[in-house]
């Protein structure tokens, strides 16, 4: 398969730069086996059915936007994945991350964010990556980067916007509790707690799952055989509770429900043989046209970029041609796109 099979012309102002108010007020685009239909999100209750199983992802995102200085020299930095490192003996807070510009940083350079707050540079990769060493424990830099990070939105919305004091919420999940993503699985966007009682009244029951989404989320894809793009990893956890109550909604043929494409990859990542196991480990599943779903029935996420790994696999999910239309009627119909935009709720095809 080749990159240009999953192109589709995208109008810059379909280009989400705010969530709706409220949240369940979004547009909802049921795309099942035999058409579409127009809905709200807050109709979900209303598309599914009791017995069904809602899976979401509670990872929280910490502020990982951070600017610093290289002498005179602005350095902006985001957080990707936390690492093991060592520093003068002594287990130090590592991570590896993207600098913009990045290229002139030397091995054992010093980029400072605020006095007592700096990091100095022990790696750095082909692909632009750096290894920092924040030289001092997880507590102290969980003070420091709450004090002076901002919440890391998507490129394309720092590049039309500034980054606003409502984007600390706007950007989080109802569901965040564990610390960890870099990037917000945007479909739980959606969620408020009036819609998760209606949800509860409805019998559909509802489980977390945690996968930390990071930055690469956002790369694009840059070569023209997709079979030769690799994924950045990604930690995520199941618990032995959650995949129990799965395999026994599987073995009583209810649905699984997956609340975002980073729940979906999780699942299918901790899948075996058609059953859930527990897993605690990074994944770098890759879901492309062909690939065989043991899990998940049913998934609702937002519209994505054309050419994305992410557009890829709700064409593994739904069917390539039947997502190129919905798209194409999401468009037409004025559908907004992105991390704060609309949502679907997509059949997985036979």
């Known amino acids: 398969m080749r990159l ?3 192109d589709f012309d995208l109008p810059p102002d379909r280009i989400a730069l705010h969530p709706m108010e409220p949240r369940e007020a979004a547009r909802l685009l049921h795309v099942g086996k035999h058409g579409f239909s127009d809905r709200i999100v807050r109709d979900l209750p209303d598309l599914l059915q009791e017995g069904d199983l809602l899976v979401s992802n509670d990872t929280k995102v910490i502020p990982a936007q951070l600017a610093g200085r290289r002498g005179q020299a602005r350095i902006e930095v985001t957080l990707l994945e936390r690492t093991p490192g060592e520093s003068a003996g002594e287990n130090t807070v590592n991570w590896w991350a993207f600098a913009r510009p990045g290229k002139k940083l030397r091995l054992g350079e010093l980029v400072e964010f605020a006095p007592g707050f700096a990091a100095t540079v022990r790696e750095k990769t082909e692909d632009g ?6 030289g001092t424990d997880e507590p ?14 998507p490129p394309y919305i720092r590049k039309s916007r500034a980054v606003e004091r409502r984007d600390d919420t ?16 945007t479909a739980g966007l959606h969620f408020t707690p009036d819609l998760l009682a209606r949800l509860q009244a409805k019998g559909i029951e509802q489980h977390r799952v945690t996968l930390h989404v990071g930055a ?10 997709i079979a030769e793009h690799k994924m950045h990893a990604e930690y995520g956890e199941v618990h032995a509770e959650t995949a129990a109550a799965v ?19 999780l699942l299918e990542s901790a899948a075996q043989d058609g059953r859930l196991l527990p897993f605690a480990a990074p994944t770098d599943i890759f879901i492309t046209p062909g690939f065989k779903f043991q899990i998940v029935d049913m998934l609702m996420t937002n519209f994505h970029l054309p050419k994305s790994t992410l557009f890829m696999l709700v064409s593994a999910f739904a069917g390539t041609d039947r997502m190129k239309k919905a798209y194409d009627h ?9 991390s704060y935009g609309d949502a679907s709720l997509l059949e997985r095809a036979a």
């Open 216 to 225: 690469g989320t956002f790369l694009p894809v840059k070569v023209d055989d």
């Open 170 to 185: 706007d950007y989080q999940t109802i569901f965040a509790t564990r610390e960890g993503a870099v990037a917000a699985p």
């Open 247 to 265: 395999n026994h909604a599987k073995a009583e043929g209810r649905r699984i429900v997956a609340i975002g494409t980073t729940s979906l990859r």
């Open 4 to 6: 240009s099979d999953f």
């Open 140 to 153: 102290t830099f969980r003070v420091s980067l709450a004090q002076h990070g901002w919440m890391p939105l």
């Open 330 to 338: 999401a468009i037409a119909s004025g559908y907004r796109f992105f």
């Open 129 to 134: 990556q750096i290894r920092l060493d924040f």
